[in-house]
């Protein structure tokens, strides 16, 4: 899943040129997640508004997130 946009206006900023990130190959491994992004998704998640199919799932990968930031 991404996004993506021909023209983002940010207020105070300059127009420059974002490069794309490479995605990491299955033979790369991948850094778990720091501190700040488990919070920041959470905050996400805190602030979506799910469908009730999408409840438990959601329930679900929020207690694992919150093992990841205890043991953070």
């Known amino acids: 899943m991404g996004f993506s946009a021909k023209n983002v206006d ?5 127009n420059k040129r974002v490069e794309k990130q490479k995605l ?3 033979k790369e491994s ?3 997640l720091t501190k700040t992004e488990i919070i920041w998704l959470m905050g996400l998640i805190k ?4 469908k009730g199919e999408d409840v438990q799932t959601v329930y679900e990968t929020v207690v694992k997130l ?3 930031l205890n043991q953070s």
Not at 10 to 14: F, G, H, R, T
């Open 30 to 32: 991948i850094s778990p």
């Open 24 to 26: 990491p190959t299955t």
């Open 47 to 50: 602030s979506g508004t799910f």
């Open 66 to 68: 919150q093992i990841m």
């Open 10 to 14: 940010v207020k105070n900023q300059s």
